[in-house]
């Protein structure tokens, strides 16, 4: 069993930058890959970023492609996500997931554990 904590949240302005992180912790761990999605009340679970075990490579949305990074430190099961550039369209919880297995990556069902969430909000 998998526990995610996010952090780093917050209210900015357009424009501006915010860093998220997701701390994992649990009796075993694993190789998990690992993502960041984010939902508001009027959409579905949105594929952010996500990052291999091995080798640390990363996937981006198309919308955040060139203005988010994802990286993560195997050593400490830390994963974070640096926002840049931010809209207001960027505006939602964010949420960190994990799992051993993953098919699609770019869908929610695919994962296995996730945390509580963090909200970042853009202001303009």
């Known amino acids: 069993q998998l526990h995610l904590t996010e952090s780093g949240g917050g209210v900015v302005q357009v424009g501006d930058s915010l860093r998220v992180s997701c701390a994992a912790s649990?009796?075993?761990?694993?190789?998990?890959?690992m993502a960041w999605f984010r939902q508001t009340p009027g959409m579905d679970r949105e594929f952010v970023a996500g990052?291999?075990?091995?080798?640390?490579?990363?996937f981006y949305a198309d919308s955040v492609k060139g203005r988010f990074t994802i990286s993560r430190d195997n050593a400490k099961y830390t994963v974070d996500l640096q926002l840049n550039s931010l809209k207001p369209e960027d505006t939602a919880l964010y949420y960190c997931?994990?799992?051993?297995?993953?098919?699609?990556?770019?869908?929610?069902?695919?994962?296995?554990?996730w945390g509580q969430g963090t909200q970042v909000t853009v202001s303009s």
């Open positions: 990052i291999t075990w091995a080798g640390g490579r990363p």
């Open positions: 649990g009796p075993t761990l694993r190789s998990y890959a």
């Open positions: 997931a994990a799992a051993l297995r993953v098919g699609d990556f770019k869908i929610p069902e695919s994962y296995d554990y």
